[in-house]
């Protein structure tokens, strides 16, 4: 499943994309400092953009690190979306689609949405005592694009529904959904 991706973008093109949606970005802890990265991997620190309580139409950019320790302390990086609801704490997870993919790595393929540089991944964030607050990508059963790669896919969440997914108030399921045939672009990149 996804243990690794990237994000190639600037504070202020976050700030933009959310912005076309109504949703004001707020630094409660100050802007954080985001270099591109080609890889972020399972237990750094990556950028999520999560509701303020009682405010609406305004979320926080905050830096948390990518999983938690799970009941067996291994680190809960993908989690299972099969049936939940996710009432609170719901985070879009910003992913960026590389201009020049031509970097090798090991067994690995690079999905990238067709026309968007940039996509979000639906992800919910928890606090425990072994790590403060951390988040994770929710997955599901692979659509079409995915399903001959793997028996699970991460959720992609059109743009349309960013918002909708900072909203506790909107129904997680009614979100969680395959993306149509030809929408992802697939590539081996090891």
């Known amino acids: 499943m996804c243990n690794d991706y990237r994000l190639m973008v600037d504070v202020a093109s976050i700030v933009e994309d959310f912005a076309d949606l109504n949703i004001k970005i707020r630094f409660g802890e100050g802007a954080p400092n985001l270099e591109p990265r080609e890889d972020i991997k399972i237990t750094d620190v990556g950028p999520s953009v999560r509701t303020i309580d009682g405010v609406p139409d305004e979320a926080e950019l905050v830096q948390r690190r990518w999983s938690w320790p799970g009941p067996n302390k291994r680190p809960v990086y993908n989690f299972r979306s099969d049936g939940r609801e996710f009432n609170s704490n719901r985070c879009p997870l910003r992913v960026h689609r590389p201009k020049d993919s031509k970097k090798k790595r090991k067994d690995k393929w690079l999905f990238t949405k067709e026309e968007e540089p940039v996509f979000c991944v639906a992800g919910i964030w928890r606090e425990t005592p072994e790590v403060g607050q951390a988040f994770t990508m929710l997955t599901m059963e692979p659509g079409p694009d995915i399903a001959s790669y793997n028996d699970r896919q991460i959720v992609i969440l ?29 590539e081996q990149v090891g």
């Open 158 to 186: 059109e743009r349309s529904v960013w918002a909708d997914w900072l909203d506790p108030t909107i129904s997680a399921k009614s979100l969680i959904k395959p993306l149509p045939a030809g929408t992802l672009a697939v």
